[in-house]
């Protein structure tokens, strides 16, 4: 597996555009290539009642209600590899009718926060995410990312065991608080 660097975009636009992902306003837009490795991290794929579309096109047998969460939200689980069970080796079988969880992924917020899954399942992430280099219109945009790093800091110390994907989109969170 290359540790080729890749264009992650100007830290200030993906900010916003971001922003509007966790607003659950847009889609992300990640440049994945091949990648599939967020298909293959052991991770539950949490899906909306409002989902009509990605629920028409995932076997109901796959999905089970989610604890604690309103009525007709569910869970898509993995295999014992950590497989979505709707990847294939050509990639998504529903990419255009995924759920809005995999439509809002972006694995660039670990290297805005400069944390990393250290999660066995996660290793891949963690390699492609280390790949990404944002480039800055401004000195205000790397001060911004700056501001990124420090927060994902602050949050580290304070709450150790915190894992790296909530910690990294708090810290982007705290950062898109202050504009
Ligand atoms: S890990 Fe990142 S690059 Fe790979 S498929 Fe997921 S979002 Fe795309
Ligand atoms: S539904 Fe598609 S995009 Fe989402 S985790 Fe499964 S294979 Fe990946």
């Not at 990640?30 to 293959?40: H, I, K, Y």
């Not at 993995?78 to 992924?105: A, F």
């Amino acid at each position: 597996m290359t540790d080729a660097p890749i264009p992650a975009g100007g830290v200030g636009a993906w900010l916003g555009e971001l922003a509007g992902a966790l607003r659950g306003e847009r889609d992300t837009d990640v440049a994945c290539g091949a990648c599939t490795a967020c298909c293959r991290s052991g991770q539950f794929i949490h899906i909306d009642a409002d989902e009509r579309d990605a629920l028409a096109h995932i076997p109901a047998e796959l999905v089970f209600p989610a604890p604690g969460q309103p009525h007709g939200t569910v869970l898509m689980g993995y295999d014992q590899h950590g497989r979505c069970p709707m990847l294939s080796d050509q990639g998504c079988t529903i990419y255009e009718h995924r759920p809005r969880t995999c439509r809002t992924y972006d694995c660039r917020v670990f290297a805005a926060a400069d944390v990393f899954p250290d999660e066995p399942e996660k290793a891949d992430i963690a390699v492609r995410a280390r790949r990404w280099v944002f480039t800055y219109e401004s000195t205000d945009e790397g001060a911004e990312h700056e501001q990124v790093v420090a927060a994902a800091r602050t949050l580290r110390a304070a709450e150790p065991d915190l894992p790296a994907t909530p910690l990294a989109v708090r810290a982007v969170r705290q950062v898109l608080d202050r504009r």
